[in-house]
């Protein structure tokens, strides 16, 4: 599997010819690059403008699914959606998100969406499967860098990979990694580029940080 960052919480998966579009953004409203790339399916968290601009991943041919829970089989893959909330008042503030959990290669990948609050117990039960995680970190609209570290403790994935956070550009009102790098106790790696290339018997035994740079 291919895991390719556009910046703050899009994502690329390429997978046995499928590609997979998390999240997508339109750059400008944020103030930065975008990554305008057809992909054959496209899903989506919740309906905020900095998650939700399917038209710049999606084409004729593309699968769209927006903010949808339970399982689902779509392009072959078994994907597992969860309802999560944007804040710690319950959706009160800023609605809800979903987490998806996707198959992909026998392992699990994890998007976060805008998670915006501490995990129940039932939540992390289901969680706890993920070898993969896309984690949010920036705070002020999600859960911020020490609540992020401490739910990576508690799901103790294989990689975790920090989004949605400031990036050299971007308007939005969110704290950089370092914030988030000066407190983990884990192996961290830097990478030069925007991809990461994962195999399930190449995953590491213990939890590691992977930061992507964003493309520029």
Known sequence: MLIRWCGHSYFILETSGIKI?????????LGIDTCREESDLVLVTHNHYDHNAIEIAS????????WRDGVMNVKGLNIKGIRLYHDKARGALRGETIAYMIKVEDMIITHLGDLGHTLEEREVEELSQTDIILIPIGGVYTINYQEAWDIIKTIKPKIAIPMHYWIPGSIAPLDPI????????????RLEDNKL?????????????IILPFPH
Not at 178 to 189: A, P
Request: charged share 25%; no cysteine; proline share 5%.
């Open 21 to 29: 579009a998390l999240d997508p953004h339109d750059g400008g409203s």
């Open 59 to 66: 084409g004729a041919g593309s699968i769209v699914t927006k």
């Open 178 to 189: 370092d914030k988030f790098l000066n407190i983990i106790k884990t192996q961290k790696i």
């Open 197 to 209: 290339e994962v195999h399930k018997e190449t995953l590491p035994q213990k939890t590691t940080i």
